[in-house]
């Protein structure tokens, strides 16, 4: 297993020969590190290739194969997330956890405000709460400067952690990756 820069990106070789998604495209990825930990899960394959330990190489080939030609609908579906975004959910008890979700998540609502110009609003409960469209449109439109690979990832962690927000967070660096799965799992840890 080798790493070779190619055509403006890097593929993994097998053997000398180009890695290959199920679509049966050349598995180009844009960036040295992320090709090395491709390389990395197919180096550490023995017997047989088992896909459940490579879920970087699976994104890889969902980007190739499908976020590329589905943009739009990928996009669509994070921001989607938004409008129930988990950090707009709040549970109505104990006293101690309403408290932690205020101190840990507001922050989180505040800067979307501030660095997006959306204001999303909070509920006690699971009962729906609409938010404002002009703000989802605001998100959509910056969720679609995202390169495919970047709009990939945010998905992944959107649809992992139930939250637009921490995604986006993440994304622009607002959190790292330890503490978006904090703030996703709050109340599971409490």
């Known amino acids: 297993v080798s790493v070779e820069a190619y055509d403006g990106g890097f593929r993994i070789l097998l053997d000398g020969r180009a ?24 180096r550490a394959q023995e017997t047989h290739l088992d896909p459940a330990t490579m879920p970087m190489t699976r994104i890889a080939n969902s980007v190739v194969d499908a976020v590329t030609e589905r943009r739009g609908e990928v996009a669509d579906d994070a921001v989607r997330y938004a409008g129930t ?32 110009g959306v204001r999303l609003l909070v509920a006690e409960g699971i009962v729906h709460v609409a938010q404002d469209a002009d703000g989802l449109a605001r ?20 649809t992992l952690s139930g939250s637009f927000v921490l995604a986006l967070a993440l994304v622009e660096g607002r959190l790292d990756r330890d503490a978006t799965w904090d703030l996703a799992h709050l109340d599971e840890s409490w």
Not at 27 to 37: F, I, N, S, Y
Not at 90 to 115: K, M, N
Not at 145 to 150: M, Q, R, Y
């Open 19 to 42: 890695v290959k998604t199920p679509g049966k495209r050349e598995l180009r990825l844009p960036t040295p590190v992320l090709a090395e930990g491709v390389a990395d899960e197919w």
């Open 85 to 116: 975004d988990l950090l707009c959910y709040r549970a109505d008890g104990p006293e101690r956890l309403v408290a932690r979700q205020t101190e840990r998540w507001d922050p989180l609502l505040d800067w979307i405000d501030e660095a997006h």
């Open 139 to 158: 998100l959509r439109a910056r969720v679609e400067t995202l390169d495919v690979w970047t709009l990939a990832a945010l998905h992944v962690v959107t």
